[in-house]
């Protein structure tokens, strides 16, 4: 088991918050792209970060979009088509929004319109 499961959602959410605006995209950003996701509305999300809810929580709570099976590419050298954990998948699948959220690309190709 990866200690990224167990690590709550809230102290890994403000890397994401300071990758993306360090790029000069916006938290409202970063939000739409985890709803996208995960289905988490903003309440939702907000009730996550302040219970300190596990990743492992997080995604057991989330209705993935369907559309999620789309996202491909490598992320730390692996290809996330490739990841036999779901769980661990899940994760990268939002590591990759986000690493895609913050190079810029437009918002209608990382929520795979």
């Given at each position: 088991m990866s200690r990224i499961f167990s690590t709550s959602f809230s102290s890994v959410y403000p890397h994401y918050v300071t990758k993306v605006e360090k790029k000069g995209r916006t938290t409202a950003e970063l939000?739409?792209?985890?709803?996208?996701l995960t289905g988490f509305d903003e309440a939702a999300l907000q009730h996550h970060l302040s219970a300190g809810t596990t990743v492992a929580d997080f995604f057991a709570g989330a209705e993935l979009n369907a559309k999620a099976t789309s996202i491909t590419g490598t992320i730390c050298g692996v290809r996330i088509e490739e990841i036999d954990d779901p769980l661990m998948q899940q994760i990268r699948y939002l590591d990759k929004l986000v690493d895609e959220l913050a190079?810029?690309?437009?918002?209608?190709?990382v929520l795979r319109a």
């Open positions: 939000h739409q792209v985890i709803e996208w190079k810029g690309r437009p918002m209608e190709k």
